[in-house]
């Protein structure tokens, strides 16, 4: 019997595991074996390989963790080595993929799984959990495919594909989504094939049942797709309206004496938690721009300095909020630097910023500052770099 006739099942019939799903998971699997992309991380059964992967994948497109994986692991080959090297380098090894807290988080899974467990991950999904950086869908891909266990893993596109396929109307975001989600996986998980049918899932989303005009003739399940069927491939999964962003503007320092620029270090944890930064923060309500700057240094770094002209301003964007970046070239007035405000400092000299793990913003601070390096406009601000004070 054609799996369309689902559509006229009730919901719970539909997502029950029989010889239909038998069938679609086979049509899927088959489709893989001709069609699945050539993933380093694929071609390699060394759990360490394929969890840096998977960490890198949260949140970010498989183009981008291309230009990342195989340096970091010649970099970090394993998990001991990884455990031994400083935070520092491996944010700075992470830098530009953004989402720090990954780099961290995996970090810390290192020096946990090169200790208690000796360099072997858990293989129960409790004590997964339990360890850093690890939530449902990581534990998921890491039970499926290294040790072969019948898990689902669920990930953006695997929501896109099963939402279409089975036609489901719950925000996928919400916990009756994600259960519905969770349901018609495990319907469709073949035993014993769970790692491939899970990449096969994310490989179809990600080729095939694309967010935005899927390309549901080349799809193996366009047969049985109840969105297809119902003209809904364009309209699921449903999608709370999103609200729009807050926006913040930000004020940063780049202090220059003799012929060095201080940098801080953010706190360890929380948004860029670890990564360097020229100093500043937040402008409060009624703050000129330049005052903001002058005080946030104050405050981390208990140092006094004169604001000088603007030197960038930057937008962009964060998960829950967009900032205009405001950078004034300032020069050093009084003080000894304190950390107070910050983990650490150091007076740098321009060409060895790139020593350190810089966010975005803060990167395209230094790709300004190289454009003004032989230009008139801040020369003023930089007397002991350029010898005229
Ligand atoms: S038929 Fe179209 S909407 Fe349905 S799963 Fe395939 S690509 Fe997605």
């Not at 534990?139 to 089975?166: H, K, Y």
């Not at 950078?327 to 350190?356: M, N, S």
Request: a positive charge; proline letters at 8%; glycine letters at 8%.
């Amino acid at each position: 019997m054609p799996c369309a006739s689902w559509g006229g099942l009730p919901k719970r019939m539909i997502l029950t595991a029989g010889e239909p799903g038998a069938r679609l998971t086979h049509r899927l699997l088959a489709w893989f074996s001709e069609n699945s992309r050539s993933l380093p991380w694929r071609f390699t059964s060394d759990p360490y390989a394929i969890v840096v992967a998977e960490f890198m994948l949260h949140q970010t497109r498989v183009s981008t963790v291309l230009a990342y994986y195989d340096r970091f692991l010649q970099r970090f080959p394993s998990w001991e080595a990884l455990a031994r090297s400083s935070l520092d380098d491996v944010l700075k090894s992470w830098e530009g993929m953004g989402y720090y807290a990954r780099a961290r988080n995996l970090h810390r899974l290192a020096r946990q799984v090169s200790d208690p467990y000796r360099g072997q991950l858990p293989q129960s999904k409790e004590a997964l959990r339990a360890l850093p950086g690890i939530g449902e869908y990581t534990a998921g891909a890491i039970l499926s495919m290294v040790f072969g266990q019948d898990e689902p893993a669920i990930d953006g596109n695997v929501r896109r594909v099963l939402s279409r396929l089975f036609a489901l109307t719950a925000d996928p975001g919400t916990h009756p989504g994600r259960r519905q989600i969770l349901q018609a996986a495990r319907s469709l998980l073949p035993p014993g094939q769970a790692g491939t049918f899970n990449q096969a899932l994310m490989d179809l989303g990600a080729l095939i049942c694309t967010p935005r005009h899927p390309a549901c003739p080349a799809c193996p399940w366009v047969e049985n797709c109840l969105a297809r069927q119902r003209g809904l491939q364009d309209e699921l999964p449903i999608r709370s309206p999103s609200r729009p962003l807050p926006h913040y503007d930000v004020a940063a320092a780049v202090i220059w004496r003799e012929g060095k620029i201080l940098i801080a270090q953010r706190p360890p944890s929380g948004l860029l938690g670890g990564l360097w930064e020229f100093p500043g923060g937040k402008r409060l309500a009624d703050e000129s721009l330049k005052d903001c700057a002058a005080r946030e240094v104050r405050e981390e770094l208990l140092i006094e300095i004169e604001v000088g002209p603007l030197l960038a301003r930057i937008d962009h964007a964060y998960t829950h909020f967009r900032i205009t970046l405001h950078a004034f070239t300032c020069r050093y007035e009084g003080g000894e630097p304190r950390a107070i405000g910050c983990t650490a400092w150091r007076w740098v000299r321009p060409e060895k910023l790139d020593q350190y793990a810089f966010p975005a913003a803060n990167r395209r601070i230094i790709d300004q500052l190289r454009q003004c390096e032989t230009g008139p406009a801040d020369q003023a601000w930089m007397p002991d770099r350029i010898g005229q004070e």
